[in-house]
């Protein structure tokens, strides 16, 4: 069965902190690996990384992709408490588009 | 443009009994998901849809049943619902084809077996 596996499980940092969050998978069908972030409610899509060694990067975010290492980390550099989230990471492998989750790293931003 | 709407946002069964989680999209989407969520897990994939008119298993499909009942909505139905089904349930959505795409999700429901 394909696992994707997220570390830390938790971090606590404080404003203005960079953190790094990673997450690895196994798989032999793998299509891209996907970043959600996820507050109260549902998730909400970050970056979609299909290629290795190509940033994808959204204001202080960022993610990059490294296959040959089943790996992909995620960026948050100058942390605002607005960044408390649980990040997911999930990958995609195949017929009819699935993700399979990790288990989220569950991020706390204090003021 | 509502996205993915679901309904009930909330719901407390008694074990044994039944219901139907609803979910609709209007983003012309041909794929629909259906997810559970426990504390401390990532979300896991119950059933899933990939066009209108064809349902699949995905990873925890013990205890469900789905209906595409058309393009836009794709319902979750617990026929006898157990104390280990309270979890968070997410409707998703995507586009399909060749490439890979992001999946969109809704508010969630929030159902209790007690």
């Known amino acids: 069965e394909d696992k994707v596996v997220q570390s830390p499980l938790s971090l606590v940092v404080h404003e203005g902190d960079t953190v790094t969050l990673n997450c690895s998978y196994e798989?032999?069908?793998?299509?891209?690996l996907l970043w959600y972030k996820q507050e109260k409610k549902a998730p909400t899509f970050l970056f979609m990384l299909t290629s290795s060694g190509i940033e994808k990067k959204s204001g202080r975010l960022s993610s990059i992709l490294d296959k040959k290492e089943l790996s992909s980390i995620l960026n948050i550099t100058a942390t605002q408490t607005g960044d408390s989230a649980i990040y997911l990471c999930?990958?995609?492998?195949?017929?009819?588009?699935?993700?399979?989750f990790g288990g989220g790293t569950r991020l706390m931003v204090k003021p | 443009n509502a996205g993915v709407t679901q309904t009930p946002k909330f719901q407390v069964l008694k074990t044994g009994q039944s219901m139907t989680l609803q979910c609709a999209q209007d983003m012309n989407h041909n794929s629909m998901y259906w997810y559970r969520q426990d504390p401390g897990m990532g979300l896991r994939l119950i059933y899933y849809s990939a066009s209108e008119g064809t349902t699949d298993k995905g990873e925890v499909p013990n205890g469900y049943n789905v209906s595409r009942l058309n393009k836009r909505e794709f319902s979750l139905r617990l026929e006898s619902a157990a104390p280990s089904q309270t979890s968070v349930y997410f409707c998703a959505s995507s586009k399909s084809g060749s490439g890979s795409y992001e999946q969109y999700f809704g508010p969630g429901t929030r159902l209790t077996v007690t």
């Open positions: 999930a990958q995609n492998h195949g017929a009819g588009n699935m993700l399979t």
């Open positions: 798989v032999t069908n793998f299509r891209s």
